[in-house]
């Protein structure tokens, strides 16, 4: 069991950040689901992208190891900003 990110995005270029901490080293699942097609992006505590990928409405799921730390998910519309509605990123 994991954790559920639930967020909205409203047009015009939103931008959502979640705060996520890890006290050791861990591989995990992100997966989404939603109304609306996303980008999500991991960044380290420095700002340093991790990796980015993109979401149809459910379709992404990817794996990433994360060491002890602050990182932080950055959440967009995958199309330029133009989309609005729920999305929903689960953690596990």
Known sequence: SGDTIVGDLSGG?????????FTSN????L??????DVV??????????VGTWGADKGD???EVAFNRGLYYLRITGAASGAESG????AIE
Do not use: C, H, P, W
């Not at 999500?40 to 992208?49: A, E, G, N």
């Open 86 to 89: 729920t999305y929903q990123i």
């Open 31 to 36: 997966f989404s689901n939603g109304e609306v």
């Open 60 to 62: 992404a799921e990817r």
């Open 40 to 49: 999500f992006r991991v960044f380290d505590q420095d700002y340093q992208s």
């Open 13 to 21: 270029g939103d931008v959502d950040f979640v705060r996520l901490s």
């Open 26 to 29: 861990v591989t995990k699942r």
